[in-house]
């Protein structure tokens, strides 16, 4: 399984763009990364994923290296209502476990105000 | 749609006592999962389900049952409670095998004493 790498925490200003960085190296060519947040003492809400190509949705835009060992999730304007512990996640494509997703330690952003 | 929803929100358990908790889902998901998050440890998977009628262990499984006699319940049984089970439990759904996105219930609290 790829693993992946995310700072631990990062602080934002309210209305600017939050850019949070993830390294997954080891990355095989079939493994898709995924983005998920939580909220304090909520459950996990997904986010965006992709492949090789940058992705964008109503919520974030998600830019993905060349060589595919690091990515950026972005968001534009973050609120006070985006403080949370956000997720970068490599799906498992293994067989019957593609079923799973390993969730790491996250980066904590909060954001300010 | 109501989504994912769990009950109990919260729980405190003696250690010894059983109890289920329960899990629903409104969207015909075939995918369903059940999760535990403790500080520093992210979310680690107990069980899951690829559809009614088939489950399967994940990474955590010892201390807990599962059954999916519909598409829309996956209740989590624990045997005999332990203090080591005092979690937070997160239930999750999604569409299939082709289906990346997973959606999680709000968690139940449990608290073994």
């Known amino acids: 399984d790829a693993k992946t790498t995310q700072p631990p925490s990062m602080d934002c200003a309210e209305g600017r763009a939050a850019n949070l960085p993830c390294n997954h190296s080891?990355?095989?060519?079939?493994?898709?990364v995924y983005w998920y947040r939580q909220i304090h003492s909520q459950g996990p809400q997904y986010i965006i994923h992709g492949l090789k190509n940058n992705e964008t949705n109503e919520m974030a835009s998600l830019i993905i290296t060349e060589d595919r060992k690091s990515s950026t999730l972005i968001l534009p304007h973050a609120t006070l209502r985006d403080t949370a512990v956000y997720y970068c996640?490599?799906?498992?494509?293994?067989?019957?476990?593609?079923?799973?997703?390993?969730f790491g330690k996250g980066t904590l952003l909060t954001v300010n105000p | 749609n109501a989504g994912v929803t769990q009950t109990p929100k919260f729980q405190v358990l003696k250690t010894g006592q059983s109890m289920t908790l329960q899990c629903a889902q409104d969207m015909n998901h075939e995918y369903m999962s059940w999760y535990r998050q403790d500080p520093g440890m992210g979310l680690r998977l107990i069980h899951y389900s690829v559809g009614a009628g088939i489950t399967d262990q994940g990474e955590v499984p010892n201390g807990y049952n599962v059954s999916r006699s519909t598409t829309e319940d996956f209740p989590l049984r624990l045997l005999s409670a332990a203090p080591s089970q005092t979690s937070v439990y997160f239930c999750?759904?999604?569409?299939?095998?082709?289906?990346?996105?997973?959606?999680f219930g709000p968690g139940t609290r449990l608290l073994v004493l």
């Open positions: 080891t990355i095989s060519g079939n493994e898709y």
């Open positions: 999750a759904s999604r569409a299939g095998r082709h289906q990346e996105t997973q959606y």
């Open positions: 996640i490599v799906r498992l494509n293994s067989g019957g476990s593609n079923y799973k997703l390993t």
